[in-house]
T-cell receptor, first 114, second 112 residues
Framework: DTAVSQTPKYLVTQMGNDKSIKCEQNLGHDTMYWYKQDSKKFLKIMFSYNNKELIINETVPNRFSPKSPDKAHLNLHINSLELGDSAVYFC?????????????FGPGTRLLVL | GDSVTQMEGPVTLSEEAFLTINCTYTATGYPSLFWYVQYPGEGLQLLLKATKADDKGSNKGFEATYRKETTSFHLEKGSVQVSDSAVYFCALISGGSYIPTFGRGTSLIVHP
């Protein structure tokens, strides 16, 4: 049973296209996150939702738009893709929003923009 | 703002060697501290955590102690195995923002 799943696993696309990445968690968690990991493995938080409400929106271009249809799903839509968007995108979840909460990560979506 | 500093890698060791990966932090309030591990091609998974000063987190032979006086959370293992080869991330969640902050990761390569 996959706890946090993402689709697709790989995404190769042309500059200027629009694409979406889907994430689902079956852990019953309240909080979900999107992270971007660059080629040097640096991991940066992008967004977080708690009970379907946006609570973290870091300095991310507004071409990136998250959507949480319910607590178990957090999708990421990217408009007008640029070369610099190439990275691995990780979805994660935690039981709730809080100080001691462990993050559970998905397997990642490897995005390559040509 | 909050930040986590880890030693740069890669760290290259022979099997059964002693491992230390240094981690220091700055944070608002008293953070919770975590070590995550990322195996090739996978997402991160929790290795251990500590939520208050002097707590020791431990798992799979790895240990780290929350040192408030030195703002550190160094990861140690007495005898590494080839299967420990991975990237290790130190992270914190501070009481000021509740935003998770990760270090840049340290790659560990263990040779037989």
């Amino acid at each position: 049973d996959t706890a946090v799943s993402q689709t697709p696993k790989y995404l190769v696309t042309q500059m200027g296209n629009d694409k979406s990445i889907k994430c689902e968690q079956n852990l019953g968690h309240d909080t979900m996150y999107w992270y971007k990991q660059d080629s040097k493995k640096f991991l940066k938080i992008m967004f977080s939702y708690n009970n379907k409400e946006l609570i973290i929106n870091e300095t991310v271009p507004n071409r990136f738009s998250p959507k949480s249809p319910d607590k178990a799903h957090l999708n990421l839509h990217i408009n007008s893709l640029e070369l610099g968007d190439s990275a691995v995108y990780f979805c994660a979840s935690s039981r709730r929003w809080g100080l001691q909460e462990t993050q559970y990560f998905g397997p990642g979506t490897r995005l390559l923009v040509l | 703002g909050d930040s986590v500093t880890q030693m740069e890698g890669p760290v290259t060791l022979s099997e059964e060697a002693f491992l230390t990966i240094n981690c220091t932090y700055t944070a608002t309030g008293y953070p919770s501290l975590f070590w995550y591990v990322q195996y090739p091609g996978e997402g991160l998974q929790l290795l251990l955590k500590a939520t208050k000063a002097d707590d020791k987190g431990s798992n799979k032979g790895f240990e780290a102690t929350y040192r408030k006086e030195t703002t550190s959370f160094h990861l140690e293992k007495g005898s590494v195995q080839v299967s420990d080869s991975a990237v290790y991330f130190c992270a914190l969640i501070s009481g000021g923002s509740y935003i998770p902050t990760f270090g840049r990761g340290t790659s560990l390569i263990v040779h037989p």
